[in-house]
């Protein structure tokens, strides 16, 4: 009875054995095989195909059955015509029970290149419909954490770089992408204050921005990357306030903020006229550009320097000089009309000799001072002008 009763054991302890020896083995064999070269070729083609985009991944080490750490991934346009995107640490994990499973993806220590000045149409199409134009919702992919990367978006009609930004992309149920994302570098100028980079796009085929805003703290104009819009350099004046790109309104950039020490002469290019000399300190109640074109300005504020020949070009022909200082109360300017221009000021040393020439009424010389109570012009036409001599 002895006997059979310890032989009853010992069958039952190699059962035992055996069965954790092989869950082990299989563990070990499954892990194995995760860190293999042949897995890590798998993964790159499978992410390849996902993407549309060429994918190499350096190094795979699994964490658990739910989570593994890619190290070294690089991605390619198709063609392998360019690289887009490098990531030193991607980290793949599961949020949530396993029933109803959703995943976050953590990013940190890379690059993301969206364009470049000299990519055409064809180009910012591939790079967006292949890797912001999948499916999220599919993969079930609801958070991606970014630590460390930098952004660069060379637009047609404007430049956007951040280095080392960091934050988070949150995807809903249909895969609808909201980001906010902080940096403190913006086209390579540093800030000691954060700038916040707030993102709203619908992937899937067609894949476009609903809308990119940044808040940024008073930084120079020129690192606005707005030269292109702008027909020229910029060199002057700084800007605090919002910046909004949303494509799916005929692609309109807007600015609302302040802009001080601004250069009329580097700001008012798209103007019918311009552009002006002079400085402004003025407050954007809105400029915004559809395309490349100036669409609508609307402002209030301070006009230094304004020169007057600028303003009658007619006048340059009769030697005429002088400056105005204009506090304007508001200023409506859209599609090349002035809609309502409101404002008062003063001018001094006019020369009354190139007046008198350019009205042809005779010469008078000598000089004047003008100051202005105030002048009204509506739909390019001047309504009201109280001004003293």
Avoid at 233 to 259: I, K, N, W
Avoid at 354 to 370: K, N
């Amino acid at each position: 009875m002895k006997c059979v009763m310890l032989r009853h054991r010992i069958a039952l302890l190699v059962f035992c054995v055996l069965l954790v020896t092989g869950s082990f083995s299989s563990t070990l064999a499954y892990a194995l095989h995760l860190r293999s070269a042949a897995y890590r070729e798998s993964a790159e083609r499978r992410l390849s195909v996902l993407l549309n985009m060429p994918v190499d991944i350096g190094r795979i080490r699994p964490l658990s059955f739910s989570s593994s750490r890619f190290e070294n991934i690089r991605t390619w346009l198709p063609g392998r015509s360019l690289q887009v995107f490098a990531c030193d640490h991607a980290l793949w994990r599961q949020t949530g029970r396993e029933a109803d499973a959703t995943y976050a993806l953590d990013l940190r220590d890379g690059w993301l290149l969206v364009g470049t000045g000299s990519w055409g149409r064809s180009e910012y199409n591939a790079i967006l419909a292949s890797g912001l134009g999948h499916d999220f919702a599919s993969l079930r992919l609801r958070e991606i954490h970014l630590e460390n990367l930098d952004f660069r978006w060379d637009h047609p009609s404007f430049q956007l770089s951040a280095r080392g930004a960091g934050g988070v992309i949150l995807l809903d149920d249909d895969g609808i992408g909201t980001a906010a994302l902080r940096s403190r570098q913006l086209n390579d100028h540093s800030s000691s204050e954060p700038i916040h980079i707030h993102a709203r796009f619908v992937p899937g085929a067609g894949v476009h921005f609903e809308e990119v805003v940044l808040d940024v703290p008073r930084i120079p104009l020129s690192s606005l990357g707005l030269d292109t819009l702008l027909r020229g350099p910029v060199t002057a004046g700084t800007f605090a306030g919002r910046v909004t790109y949303r494509q799916a309104d005929e692609q309109r950039l807007s600015l609302t903020g302040d802009v001080s020490g601004g250069r009329l002469d580097e700001l008012t290019r798209q103007v019918i006229g311009g552009p002006f000399g002079g400085r402004m300190d003025v407050t954007l109640d809105e400029a915004s550009f559809v395309g490349r074109r100036l669409a609508a300005l609307r402002f209030h504020g301070r006009l230094e320097d304004v020169c007057l020949h600028d303003l009658i070009p007619a006048f340059r022909a009769n030697g005429g000089t002088g400056r105005l200082r204009l506090d304007v109360a508001q200023c409506e300017y859209v599609d090349g009309q002035i809609r309502r221009f409101s404002a008062g000021g003063e001018a001094e040393g006019l020369p009354l000799a190139a007046i008198t020439d350019y009205l042809g009424y005779g010469r008078v010389t000598g000089s004047v001072d003008l100051r202005i109570h105030s002048l009204l012009v509506d739909n390019d036409h001047l309504r009201a002008a109280d001004i003293d001599l």
